[in-house]
């Protein structure tokens, strides 16, 4: 059963433009929302957050968006850059316990 | 300077054999967490420890075991009734109250 469902396994947006990445989920019960970004054979690092209380949450060029009654989050990358290439995983968490991922999505940044 | 450490980081062991993968962090989290991330399905659950000498089973805890004698320690041993152990194992903490949740570089276990 994947609560947290991201349908696109990869994107690819030329640099300088928008990038803009999916998540779903089904879990009413999760009130948290982070993205993170991973390279190859490293450790994820945390991106942005969202707490559910909160529709828009921007840092920098990153801004993470939710939409609770379609249980739907996204995140935005404006303007993109080679350095954005990489796979960005989805997660959520039911009152600061364990976090669930989604599938991921590779982004790659065309220059 | 603080972080978490996971070691080895490239492992490679014998079929039926057990082995242990080691995570240490100077956090001072309280809260750790083992992921197995395989191609195309995202980062899985293993175990996760909320308080030391307390841990919980993940979503596909068979086949692995877990210890939580001290804060800083939570090593995570894959035995030999885990039928495809071959894969990126990540390890992460979080302080109780916070959701953030901050990973090891990963250990990359073949089993031959």
């Known amino acids: 059963d994947q609560q947290v469902k991201q349908n696109s396994p990869s994107l690819s947006v030329q640099e300088g433009r928008i990038s803009i990445l999916n998540c779903d989920y089904t879990n009413s019960m999760f009130d948290y929302f982070l993205w993170y970004k991973k390279y190859p054979a490293e450790g994820p690092t945390f991106l942005i957050s969202?707490?559910?209380?909160?529709d828009k949450n921007e840092d920098g060029r990153f801004t993470v968006f939710l939409n609770k009654s379609a249980k739907h989050l996204s995140l935005h990358i404006v303007p993109s850059q080679p350095g954005d290439s990489a796979v960005y995983f989805c997660?959520?968490?039911?009152?600061?316990?364990?976090?669930?991922f989604g599938q991921g999505t590779r982004l790659t940044i065309n220059p | 300077d603080g972080g978490i450490t996971q070691s080895p980081k490239y492992l490679f062991r014998k079929e039926g054999q057990n082995v242990t993968l080691s995570c240490e962090q100077n956090l001072n989290h309280d809260a750790m967490y083992w992921y197995r991330q395989d191609p195309g399905q995202g980062l899985r659950l293993i175990y996760y420890s909320q308080i030391v000498n307390d841990f919980q089973k993940g979503d596909i805890a068979e086949g692995y075991s877990v210890s939580r004698e001290k804060k800083e320690s939570f090593p995570l041993t894959v035995t030999s009734a885990q039928k495809n152990p071959t894969a990126f194992y990540l390890c992460?903490?979080?302080?109780?109250?916070?959701?953030?949740?901050?990973f090891g570089q990963g250990t990359r276990l073949t089993v031959v």
């Open positions: 997660a959520a968490t039911p009152g600061a316990q364990k976090l669930v």
């Open positions: 969202i707490s559910s209380i909160k």
């Open positions: 992460a903490s979080s302080m109780r109250a916070s959701t953030e949740a901050f």
